[in-house]
């Protein structure tokens, strides 16, 4: 199958919030030696119900060498780290590679006037993810649509980027039936990386995937829409644009043999199987003919996106530094309390438009049998 390109998304989803020259004039702060480049999250794609201004613009550079790459921001740019930066670009590096998801965040740095956290991820580490899903970090991130500022400098980097998206697809189109919508399908996708993430119960939006979906339902096609077509006739979109798959064991096998190993690996493990010792496939096959094997590819997922989180989020504390995480953790505690309540809101809308239609229903009844005696 030929690899379609990597989505680039159009800047006019994203001008909305940040102008295109504000994204590139940011990059002029920072070192050149760069592998790929991309913006993503709320203030670059608008999310369903929320508040204009003031969001933190997300970032993440992909390089050949951390190490380099520290040093020379760190002569430009000494201010945005934090205490850790008198120990080092080496530390920094040894930081960020061994003690979380691969990748070294800066939050709270105002440049250009604009607020952005930036992370730094070797192009290695986050190939490593794309493809075997050891973190679903950055993976996870990248199942989303971004806006590239930087396209990917190498093929394998394209290949990885891809693969990460297949993956994401197969695996959510194994959770479901023969027949699905576009929607059912994306946010499937973007649920994947919230599966398990500490923040989901500490204090993100719980309606945070259907939130991302909603207003970006072009952007998702575009990625996806390739994608799918390159999975006929396994997968196609009927004339009434729903997802049809064929749901028969052997295409399910053909599914799971194509997921990451990591993923691979906790099937096994849920099944109480040793993935040193078991046999791969044959496992693959067995779960192939299990009606529950929407639990199983959860639970999977579920096992590395916890691990991950909470790595992360000790890494925050030492990269960040104490009172930027407490003023990142209050942040994510308000929007989840703002979420929950408009979460709360829209289901007693949607409870009080039943019970309206239940009574206009009624009172149609009544009125049909009032006419019904008076003839």
Same mark, same amino acid.
């Given at each position: 199958m030929a690899l379609p390109a990597v989505a680039k998304i159009a800047a006019k989803s994203a001008v909305h919030l940040v102008r295109e020259s504000t994204?590139? *004039?940011?990059? +002029?702060?920072? $070192?050149?030696?760069?592998?790929?480049?991309?913006?993503?999250?709320?203030?670059?794609?608008?999310?369903? !119900?929320?508040?204009?201004? !003031?969001? &933190?613009?997300?970032?993440?550079?992909? %390089?050949? +060498?951390?190490?380099?790459?520290?040093?020379?921001? &760190?002569?430009?740019? #000494? @201010?945005?780290? @934090?205490?850790?930066?008198?120990?080092?670009?080496?530390?920094?590096?040894?930081?960020?590679?061994?003690?979380? +998801?691969?990748?070294y965040y800066n939050p709270f740095v105002t440049l250009d006037g604009q607020l952005i956290k930036y992370g730094v991820i070797s192009t290695s580490a986050l190939e490593r993810d794309l493809t075997k899903w050891n973190q679903i970090y950055i993976a996870g991130r990248l199942h989303k649509p971004v806006l590239e500022l930087q396209p990917p400098s190498s093929a394998s980097l394209m290949r990885a980027l891809n693969f990460n998206r297949e993956s994401a697809l197969r695996t959510v189109l194994l959770q479901e039936g023969r027949y699905l919508s576009k929607y059912t399908l994306f946010h499937g996708i973007t649920e994947l990386s919230y599966l398990g993430d500490s923040r989901m119960k500490l204090g993100e939006n719980p309606d945070k995937a259907r939130n991302i979906v909603i207003p970006m339902m072009g952007e998702f096609e575009a990625v996806y829409a390739p994608l799918i077509h390159g999975l006929k006739p396994m997968v196609e979109v009927n004339?009434? !644009?729903?997802?049809?798959? *064929?749901? /028969?064991?052997?295409?399910?096998?053909? =599914?799971?043999?194509?997921?990451?190993?990591?993923?691979?690996?906790?099937?096994?493990?849920?099944?109480?199987?040793? $993935?040193?010792?078991?046999?791969?496939?044959? %496992?693959?096959?067995?779960?192939?003919? &299990? $009606? /529950?094997?929407?639990?199983?590819?959860?639970?999977s997922i579920t096992d590395v996106v916890w691990g991950s989180s909470i790595l992360q989020t000790v890494q925050g504390l030492l990269s960040a530094g104490i009172v930027r995480s407490v003023k990142y953790a209050w942040e994510k505690l308000q929007k989840g309390r703002e979420g929950r309540q408009m979460q709360q809101?829209? &289901?007693?809308? #949607? +409870?009080? =438009?039943?019970?309206?239609?239940? *009574?206009?229903?009624?009172?149609?009844?009544?009125?049909?049998? @009032?006419?019904q005696r008076k003839t």
């Open positions: 994204l590139h *004039n940011l990059l +002029s702060h920072f $070192p050149k030696k760069c592998n790929y480049a991309f913006a993503y999250g709320s203030a670059v794609f608008a999310q369903q !119900g929320q508040k204009q201004g !003031g969001k &933190m613009l997300d970032l993440i550079f992909v %390089v050949d +060498s951390p190490v380099e790459w520290h040093e020379e921001n &760190m002569a430009l740019n #000494s @201010s945005h780290y @934090s205490a850790l930066r008198y120990f080092g670009p080496r530390l920094i590096a040894k930081v960020q590679e061994s003690m979380a +998801s691969g990748v004339a009434d !644009g729903l997802i049809v798959q *064929n749901t /028969t064991p052997q295409e399910r096998f053909k =599914h799971l043999m194509a997921l990451p190993i990591q993923v691979q690996i906790n099937l096994c493990r849920q099944l109480f199987r040793d $993935p040193r010792l078991c046999d791969i496939e044959e %496992v693959m096959a067995e779960l192939s003919y &299990m $009606p /529950t094997l929407r639990n199983f590819i959860r639970n809101e829209r &289901m007693k809308r #949607s +409870s009080q =438009h039943q019970i309206d239609n239940h *009574n206009d229903e009624d009172q149609y009844h009544q009125h049909f049998r @009032s006419q």
